[in-house]
């Protein structure tokens, strides 16, 4: 058993200290990342089990808490920070054969969103998470101009979006922080009834629209296809695979641990079906293909939202499981959506016609990945599909159902069409040459097929994430001890 | 054994026969045609030399899907035949129904269809065309009637429909079912593709349509078959709707009468183009078919 | 053990798919030996009805069973899947040069056929369910890797419907779930009788939409032909008569197991037949007469078939709804004759299309004389198709109408006459012109398909044959599935069926038509010989003919009767749902201009918008 | 001999039929044509004496030539000939088939078509009026229960003197096979 703050602080370091390995050897540094986010996994790993039997909270500075900075590690957290050191993985394997060569600025602020990532998951206070949630966004916002040309501008439109989340958040803190005279969440949460409904319902709204524009919820999302489109395919990945898990696990943090009123779910499920909706109908008229898949998870943050906010512990479950697998899912499409895209030297859908046969392994991964999105039988996407219904249907939602599903449908719709023209046209294109992801397609695949076939798999974690979630007095209780 | 040479003896009785008095029944038909139009006619017996004189002729064939045509054209209709009550003659008419004779005489006209178009000439195909398009026009409205006929006498065997009418002549459906006989008749015209449903065969359009490859044999075959389906398609109509007969002579009789209506009003009419001719069937006949249906099942 | 029948084959695919990649006919014969393994397997099964199977499962905190069973029903389904598997995959080995993907289709084949095995098997939603997809997903990239451009559309549309009616059976399946707390067939259908009518309706209606699309019935209709018409060809057979009748097999679930019918038994009647059953019969009716009428104006040969399948389709749906044992048992033997007669007639045309490589009718022409065999089939699976005697196909049909007159449903009666006359017309049009007519100068070196190829042929020759002579056996496993299923069941012997208003004897029938014959044969025999010419040396108004291109009559066979329908075959239904969905999509795009423009400033007002909007809301509540 | 016996009187049979029923395929090239309406309606009749009119030459036992055979004409008349089924018979009607009539001095008009047909006999007249028309046919009815038409006999055993007239004014003749 390793010591958790690790997660955090080793990436940082690594980071900063990025440009003397480079001068040791030039190729070092992607190397670094790799390992660093290994070893976070490995860091995770041995402390499941004795997360899974109590969260673990680690007191910094030595003081304990309310007064002290902590990381709360619960179930829930664990499952994130284990999303997000595991995208973060794949996705630095996938930059080991890339062909592009980015300098160590790239993997420093590469580690540096991944820290910022597993912090927000962590931490166990408030202003450490819009510290977190900063440093997250920073890295985003110039990890994004790597790809150059008008990435810039994506980067830039995110950099006002976040300001303006910045603003919203910092305000929710402020205004908390009169009302309850305390940062720590746990604190807060025990002392949320104390405050005015009136300030409460402020602070809570404030809060879901700064961290919302992280979540990517409508409307505050629209510079996420922007970003998604113009950034690297690392960075695209990393967004949509670890970023929006840790800001679903903000959101979910603040709204069921801070202010658990049913208004606010209202909201949250009525902007979630919004963000469903919208962001389907919006991919399926892209014709290029990393906006498609930009607008796709969109729509995805939606339905995690939507599910997440029924509020039943069956809905929050399915929710988690939507939610890991589209991590896993998404990171494997935008990884072989930029190999093909590199291959064929175009966005563009229809160009990418043909290259099923002559680019084989990144064509099967996007096929299976869309397939598992698509929730076919025996992969990890229909046990998540099957649960979110069962669980909307359970909470007596029905044109909720109905509209997941229609959703549901839209989405095939347009993920068909990609898989169709990939094995199913002909293009004559010379085909360039492109980064090798055997590797990560099949870590991935397996990934997909094992939790398709044994979602059991990963029954505990949910369970218990979902159990925790649901119950803030728990969260305080441990927290605070006997205070 | 002797069964056995019994039912052969019958089987070939009623073919010889059934084929004498169509072949005579064309004859009649050539002469009433004659004096409608002023003409002295050729005699009665013309069509038997007809056939006498084809089977004396060379012929060709365009291959064996041409005489395997020809020979499911005749053996189709002979097969019909022995479903078919003829007064007294009845062979297997009891196992019979009047659905399974209707789709027999398909097998008749898939193999003429089959064979003609084997000979490769084009307009047979548009002549078959043009016959199957016209088949589909009158074969609606009889198997609504037939339809109607069945279920107000709870039968389908055409023995069992023509001993439903048996008693009185007012029994007949004839004058039961003015309506539907009259319809019947109609169908009937178009089935033996009389004028003005003729447009199948039209001679100077299109050689002929189905027969115009065929010369010597095959065209004398094809001749005994038309004559046999004449007699089937009138020992329907005189079974359903005249009653039936109790002995081969007024059963003749009967048809005979049937076939000079049907050969007077089919020497009327100009010809009708096929689509024209399918819209009639499916307007008047069909209409009125399915009149007299609705008021026979409710 | 019943989940072999599904492993054996799911095992076999991923076999095949690597034994492929070394060897191009290692696939198909694993297909054909796996399939004939199990069909052997499901011989050795018969009659032990009471052969079950259940797990239990614990996942993610439901309680789930999957259970099978072996019912008369699913065993007959099952065996019609291996066995015309068996014969396509014979087939298939000396034609798996032609594709593209070979691997992959005998991958995805077999897993069709262990999918479907899974869904007959099934004894719980669950399990269909998941058997039911993996069937649609897997049958759709079968149909996509067919040669054309299209049939990426087809099968995307294919896909696209199925999966919005399998969303439907979900939701329905789920709801019954929560209610009953398991997923298994009797306790819904025991839910279903004791709960109010209207909503158990809605339920099952909703459960059977799956069902309704993989049948081809209109409207859901407009996936068939297009699917069909581009599939590879060895797949079509499949698809049109095996695929189309897993649907039926969830309806007859769906109305007898599920106990639709009983539910609906006392709502409003229809000469003693409940409304709603009536409206299927009705769709029914619809769907044959759509079917013949397009049918009719193909000119590709496979959407030809296909149109026919779709109209053949609609005799089965009337004879279930209807619900009579006579109808029923008509269904149930059209069914089988179906998939009988219609893979062989896509078996003849891929054989066509094998040496040919067209589908349009007017490029081929003549093909009898050099393939004779491919001809025989084909004559025989029409006459057959047509209903003429003494094939399988007249009695399936003949049941149907007694079943129909014997209740006096007119106008489900007028619709079955109709498309059965018409089928004359549109199964005559290939027959015309792709076996007989003018040979094409390009085609003059053409061979009869291989021996393999030439089997299943064959053997589905003697099938239509044997089934036309002894429908007892059909009506021998029918018979039990009606007991099974609690309809009483028709007299029947070897060789003859009591229909309502007499009976069908195939004997006398075969008899005599046997007398018809000998009698013509010793007519034509004794005639004078004929002369052997040419089909070029045909009547020509005296011209010569050079040119046997142009002295083909094909293209719109049947010009005149389309004339008639040209108005009704232009409003296309497909086209209608296109721009239905077409425009409900667009809407995406309208938003996305109102919305995400491109202008950040406005990103950053949304936000505020939205607060202002929540706090209004909240202050309002 | 028996057999000869019993063929023979077959044959005599048969060609009573024949002239009992011919059907006849009326090459209209030229204003002959014209006369046979009302020979074969009611003024006339020529379907009392079993004579009617047929479709295709595969139907036909008589070959009416009615009128001038011009070069391009006479290739089709040869290819319609050899299309029909023995026995059969050519008339050669009105006296351009005779002579070329009165285009006697053209120079593509075929002047006397027996030198490239069978004729079994000319119905004289510019044109023959339906009597004569009539008259003709009614002798080769004679002719043919005689058994003395036999000009597709005639045709096969001379069938070289044939072939060399029709290529010498035709070139090559396209021919059945």
């Not at chain 1, 958040?169 to 940062?183: D, H, Q, R």
């Not at chain 2, 490769?120 to 006929?149: C, D, H, K, W």
């Not at chain 3, 069973?65 to 087939?91: D, R, Y």
């Not at chain 3, 078939?305 to 008509?330: H, N, R």
Request: with cysteine.
């Amino acid at each position: 058993m390793v010591n958790l703050t690790l997660i955090i602080a080793l990436p940082l370091l690594m980071a900063f200290t990025m440009p003397i390995f480079k001068m040791l050897n030039s190729k070092l540094p992607k190397f670094i990342a790799l390992l660093t986010t290994a070893f976070n996994l490995i860091v995770l790993s041995s402390n499941f089990t004795e997360i899974m039997a109590a969260p673990l909270i680690l007191e910094l500075g030595g003081w304990q808490a309310p007064f002290a900075i902590n990381l709360y590690v619960g179930p829930l957290a664990l499952v994130a920070a284990f999303l997000i050191n595991g995208s973060a993985f794949i996705l630095s394997i996938y930059n080991l054969s890339q062909d592009y060569q980015f300098d160590d600025k790239f993997y420093l602020l590469f580690l540096m969103i991944t820290a910022g990532a597993s912090g927000m998951v962590m931490t166990g206070d408030l202003f450490n998470l819009f510290v977190f949630i900063e440093i997250t966004s920073i890295a985003a916002y110039s990890l994004t101009t790597f790809a150059g040309g008008s990435s810039y501008e994506a980067s830039f439109k995110y950099l006002i979006i976040g300001g303006v989340g910045s603003v919203f958040l910092l305000l929710g803190i402020g205004f908390t922080y009169s009302a309850v005279g305390s940062l720590n969440l746990a604190e807060i949460a025990a002392s949320a009834g104390l405050i005015n409904p009136l300030l409460l319902q402020i602070t809570a709204l404030l809060f879901l629209i700064g961290i919302g524009i992280e979540a990517e919820l409508f409307p505050l999302n629209f510079w996420v296809p922007d970003i998604y489109t113009e950034a690297p395919t690392a960075v695209s990945g990393i967004m949509s695979g670890a970023v929006s898990a840790a800001g679903i696990y903000a959101l979910a943090r603040i709204f069921f641990t801070l202010f658990p009123a049913q208004q606010f779910f209202n909201y949250l499920l009525v902007i979630g079906v919004i963000t469903l909706i919208m962001g389907e109908l919006i991919a399926y008229q892209q014709e290029n293909i990393k906006r498609m898949l930009a607008y796709s998870s969109l729509a995805q943050m939606g339905l995690i939202v939507t599910v997440i906010s029924l509020g039943t512990e069956a809905a929050v479950k399915a929710g988690l499981f939507q939610l890991i697998n589209h991590s896993i899912l998404k990171v494997l499409l935008f990884i072989s959506a930029g190999v093909l895209i590199s291959a064929a030297g175009s966005k563009k859908i229809k160009d990418l016609a043909g290259l099923g046969t002559k680019k084989p392994t990144a064509a099967f991964g996007f096929t299976i990945a869309a397939m598992g999105i698509l929730g076919v039988p025996f992969l990890n996407g229909f046990i998540s599909k099957f649960m979110i219904i069962s669980s909307s249907l359970n909470a007596d939602q029905f044109l909720i159902t109905f509209l997941i599903l229609a959703a549901a449908l839209i989405e095939i719709a347009y993920y068909l069409k990609v898989v169709q023209k990939l094995y199913f046209e002909d293009l004559e294109i010379e085909v360039k040459n492109t980064a090798v992801i055997t590797v990560p397609v099949i870590l991935l695949t397996l990934l997909i097929i094992g939790l398709g076939v044994y979602p059991q798999l990963i029954a505990e974690p949910l369970e218990k994430a979902a159990a925790e979630i649901l119950n803030n007095s728990r969260y305080i209780m441990t927290v605070l001890g006997g205070i | 054994m002797i069964d056995l040479i019994y039912k052969i003896g019958h089987f070939l009785l009623i073919t010889v026969f059934a084929t004498a008095l169509g072949l005579l029944f064309m004859g009649i038909a050539r002469k009433i045609i004659a004096r409608i139009q002023k003409r002295y006619g050729p005699p009665v017996y013309q069509p038997y030399l007809d056939v006498l004189k084809l089977f004396g002729k060379d012929a060709i064939t365009h291959g064996f899907i041409f005489d395997f045509g020809a020979v499911m054209a005749l053996g189709g209709v002979i097969a019909t035949l022995f479903f078919i009550p003829l007064g007294s003659w009845q062979l297997y008419s009891m196992e019979g129904t009047v659905l399974l004779v209707i789709y027999l005489l398909a097998v008749a006209s898939l193999g003429m269809a089959m064979g003609t178009v084997g000979s490769g000439n084009p307009q047979a195909s548009i002549g078959i065309s043009r016959a199957l398009t016209q088949m589909l026009g009158y074969e609606l409205p009889f198997l609504v009637i037939l339809f109607s006929l069945i279920f107000r006498y709870q039968t389908s065997s055409i023995w069992g429909l023509m001993q439903a009418q048996a008693g009185s002549f007012l029994n007949w459906n004839l004058f039961a079912y003015p309506m539907m006989a009259l319809v019947a008749f109609v169908v009937l015209i178009g089935m033996m593709g009389k004028k003005p449903f003729d447009a199948m065969i039209a001679p100077s359009e299109i050689g002929s349509g189905p027969v115009v490859e065929s010369g010597g044999k095959y065209l004398g075959m094809l001749l005994l078959q038309k004559s046999i389906t004449i007699i089937i398609e009138l020992a329907l109509y005189v079974n359903l709707f005249l009653g039936g007969a109790d002995n081969i002579f007024s059963f003749s009789f009967k048809m005979l009468i049937v076939w000079i209506l049907a050969t007077m009003f089919g020497s009327l009419f100009p010809r009708f183009r096929i689509e024209d001719g399918v819209k009639f069937f499916w307007k008047w006949p069909l209409g009125i078919a399915i009149l007299q249906a609705l008021y026979i099942i409710i | 053990m019943l989940t072999k029948y599904i492993f054996v084959p799911a095992a076999a695919a991923f076999a095949a798919y690597i034994l492929n990649k070394k060897n191009k006919k290692a696939g198909a014969t694993i297909t054909a030996l796996v399939s004939a393994y199990l069909l052997l397997s499901l011989a050795l099964i018969y009659g032990s009805w009471e052969l079950n199977q259940s797990f239990n499962l614990s996942l993610m905190g439901y309680q789930l069973e999957f259970l099978m069973a072996l019912t008369p029903l699913s065993w007959l389904f099952a065996v019609l899947t291996s066995a015309i598997s068996l014969l396509i995959a014979v087939f298939s080995i000396d034609s798996q040069a032609d594709f593209k993907f070979s691997s992959v289709f005998n991958l995805n084949f077999l897993l069709v056929i262990g999918s479907i095995m899974g869904v007959l098997f099934a004894r719980d939603f669950l399990t269909l369910f998941i058997f039911w997809e993996l069937m649609t997903w897997t049958s759709f990239y079968l149909i996509s890797s067919g040669k054309k451009k299209m049939a990426g559309r087809a099968a995307y549309r294919y896909l696209i419907l199925s999966a919005a009616a399998a969303y439907s059976f979900l939701m329905a399946v789920i709801f019954i779930f929560q209610q009953t707390g398991s997923f298994a067939f009797e306790p819904a259908a025991e839910f279903l009788l004791n709960n109010s009518a209207p909503q158990s309706i809605l339920l099952l209606l909703a459960i059977s939409l799956p069902f309704w699309v993989k049948a081809g019935i209109f409207p859901l209709h407009v996936w068939v032909k297009d699917a069909h018409g581009n599939a590879p060809k060895e797949f079509s057979p499949f698809l049109s008569g095996m695929l189309l009748k897993v649907g039926f097999y969830g309806l007859i679930v769906v109305f007898h197991q599920l106990s639709f019918f009983k539910i609906i038994e006392n709502t409003i009647a229809y000469r003693g037949l409940p409304l709603l059953s009536y409206l299927f019969a009705l769709l029914g009716a619809v769907t044959i007469i759509t079917g013949t009428i397009l049918a009719i104006r193909q000119e590709d040969m496979k959407k030809l078939i296909a149109y026919s399948s779709i109209s053949q389709m609609g005799y089965i749906i009337i004879g279930i709804a209807i619900a009579t044992p006579l109808g029923f048992s008509g269904s149930m033997l059209h069914l089988m004759n179906h998939l009988i007669f219609k893979s062989t007639i896509f078996l003849a045309l891929a054989a066509v299309i094998y040496r040919t490589g067209t589908t349009k009718m007017y490029e081929v022409g003549g093909l009898i004389f050099r393939m004779p065999l491919t001809f025989a089939a084909y004559l025989t699976a029409i006459i057959a198709l047509a209903g003429i005697p003494p094939t399988n196909g007249f009695i399936s049909k003949w049941v149907i109408y007694q079943a129909l007159i014997e209740k006096g449903y007119l106008f489900l009666a007028l619709a079955a006459f109709f498309g059965s006359i018409a089928s004359f017309m549109y199964v005559f049009k290939p027959l015309s012109t792709v076996f007989l007519g003018q040979l094409k100068p390009q085609h003059q070196e053409i061979k009869e398909v291989p021996l393999l190829m030439k089997i299943p042929m064959l053997i589905l020759i003697g099938v239509i044959v044997l089934f036309g002579v002894f429908p007892g056996i059909q009506m021998n496993i029918i018979s039990q599935i009606s007991g099974d299923l609690g309809i009483e069941t028709v007299n029947y012997s070897l060789y003859s069926i009591q229909g309502a208003f007499g009976a069908w004897n195939s004997l006398y029938i075969f008899n005599v038509f046997a007398a018809g014959f000998v009698i013509a044969l010793l007519v034509f025999g004794l005639a004078k010989k004929s002369k052997l010419v040419g089909l070029l040396d045909t009547y020509s108004s005296g011209e010569y003919v050079t040119d046997a291109e142009s002295y083909h009559y094909a293209y719109q066979y049947y010009r005149p009767f389309d004339r008639l329908f040209d108005n009704l075959a232009a409003k296309s239904l497909t086209g209608f749902y296109e721009t239905l969905t077409a425009n409900l999509l667009k809407s995406g795009e309208s938003f996305r201009r109102i919305f995400a423009a491109g202008r950040v400033q406005n990103y950053a007002l949304y936000s505020v918008l939205l607060f202002v909007i929540l706090a209004a809301v909240g202050w309002i509540i | 001999m028996n057999n000869n016996f019993v063929k023979g009187s077959w044959q005599e049979i048969l060609d009573w039929a024949q002239n009992k029923s011919i059907n006849m395929l009326h090459y209209c090239t030229g204003c002959g044509a014209i006369e046979l309406p009302p020979t074969m309606t009611s003024r006339y009749d020529m379907s009392r004496f079993g004579i009617g009119p047929a479709a295709t030459p595969r139907q036909a036992d008589l070959l009416l030539v009615t009128g001038y055979l011009s070069t391009k004409t006479l290739r089709r008349l040869i290819y319609t000939y050899e299309q029909m089924q023995a026995p059969k018979f050519v008339v050669g009607f009105g006296s351009c088939t005779i002579n070329g009539g009165m285009y006697w001095d053209s120079y593509n008009t075929i002047k006397q078509l027996d030198k490239y047909l069978p004729v079994e006999m000319y119905i004289a007249g510019c044109m023959p009026r339906p009597e004569a028309i009539l008259d003709g046919l009614l002798k080769l009815k004679k002719m043919i229960n005689n058994g003395e038409a036999d000009g597709y006999q005639r045709y096969q055993d001379n069938l070289e003197f044939y072939h060399q007239n029709q290529e010498a004014v035709l070139g090559e003749v396209q021919r059945t096979q």
